[in-house]
């Protein structure tokens, strides 16, 4: 078996965001509400952003949205310099394959690429497997730039401090 990486297809935007909902539906942290809209709008984020997808034998199996930089509408408290990664989700009954590693370090390669310094990241307190996948790529939880979303929703900070360019 094979994992593609790769920018999701018109003809993937809506299996990607059942998906994404599906995915985020499974965890612990409670009803979605209107965040389930903008998780499920694929097209919108593939228009703004790099919207990238594991594939398996012909399979999606989830997908990440690439964030560019501070100015792009998907940025998340970016500051120059810094790219961020939003809505990796692994459908569930895929999930512990590797396909959310390799999104993941599919967004970092786009850094370097890019000439980026640091990429950023929120989480959700009950997101744990993918904090473990964060410190595991280097990513350092960073209290100071969590995000109050709701008066009982703080969105936990992670960055990632890349090597200078040679």
Excluded at 77 to 99: C, H, N, S
Aim: charged share 25%; proline share 6%; with cysteine.
């Amino acid at each position: 078996m094979t994992l593609e990486i790769r920018s999701v297809r018109p003809d993937e935007y809506e299996p990607l965001a059942r998906i994404t909902v599906t995915a985020y539906e499974s965890l612990d942290g409670g009803d979605l509400g209107d965040y389930a809209t903008e998780l499920a709008d694929v097209a919108t984020r593939a228009a703004a952003a790099d919207v990238i997808v594991a594939v398996e034998d012909g399979l999606l199996l989830g997908g990440v949205t690439f964030v560019p930089g501070p100015d792009n509408p998907y940025a998340e408290d970016l500051r120059d310099g810094e790219v961020g990664i939003r809505m990796l989700a692994v459908a569930p009954a895929a999930q512990g394959r590797g396909a959310g590693r390799a999104l993941s370090v599919a967004c970092l390669d786009r850094a370097r690429a890019a000439g980026a310094g640091k990429v950023a990241l929120h989480s959700t307190p009950w997101m744990t497997t993918a904090h473990r996948l964060y410190e595991s790529l280097g990513f350092v939880r960073t209290p100071t730039r969590d995000l109050r979303v709701s008066p009982d929703l703080v969105l936990m900070s992670f960055v990632l401090r890349l090597a200078a360019p040679r």
